[in-house]
């Protein structure tokens, strides 16, 4: 009976913001819900909906102990142009992507480290081309958000790599396979 309380409450703020009615408020209420998918759906709508006056508050879901929530939390936040809080958000993101014990949390915030493009999070998309196959290809997109030395020999070395999803992913942001 409880989930299906809690579908309601996450099904009700999906309503809310296919009507445009979406009140941080409600968004905020969300989050802060005992039942993990409507914290998730809030994190989801929240990103959609580029609530960026929340950003605070997604951060904190980042320690959610649900991993689904701490990805969507991730994946909001990548979809923010955030102005003065993005050093706050790298930086937490950082830590998601670089020690979250959930894979795809890792990845999430891998890609949201991208997705922002703030040159203090090069080193931790950097630091996840060594983790599993998936996380590698996804630092391997990231990288097309920096330029420098570093993003060009990372590239060359994934360009090797043995999986082959993230060779093709190198070579495709390098624009060609690599020699030899």
């Known amino acids: 009976m409880a989930d299906e309380v809690a579908a309601v409450r996450a099904s009700a703020l999906s309503a809310l913001a296919r009507l445009r009615a979406l009140r941080v408020r409600d968004a905020r209420a969300g989050l802060l ?30 320690s959610d102990d649900v991993p689904m929530v ?6 909001a936040l990548g979809e923010f142009e955030l102005g003065r809080q993005v050093m706050t958000v790298v930086k937490a993101l950082e830590r998601i992507a670089m020690s979250h014990r959930e894979p ?11 997705a922002l493009g703030c040159p203090d999070g090069l ?5 996840a081309l060594t983790d599993k196959p998936a996380i590698k290809r996804r630092a391997v997109v990231a990288l097309a958000a920096f330029e420098g030395e570093q993003v060009a020999k990372a590239l060359a070395k994934a360009a090797h790599d043995p999986d082959w999803q993230v060779r ?13």
């Open 33 to 62: 819900d005992s039942a993990p998918q409507v914290r998730r759906r809030a994190c989801d709508l929240i990103g959609r909906l580029q609530m960026v006056v929340l950003a605070p508050e997604l951060v904190k879901s980042l």
């Open 123 to 127: 080193p931790a998309v950097l630091a």
């Open 168 to 180: 093709q992913a190198a070579e495709d942001l390098l624009g060609r396979p690599p020699p030899g």
């Open 104 to 114: 795809l949390c890792r990845e999430a915030a891998v890609a949201a480290l991208g």
């Open 70 to 75: 701490a990805e969507a939390a991730c994946y």
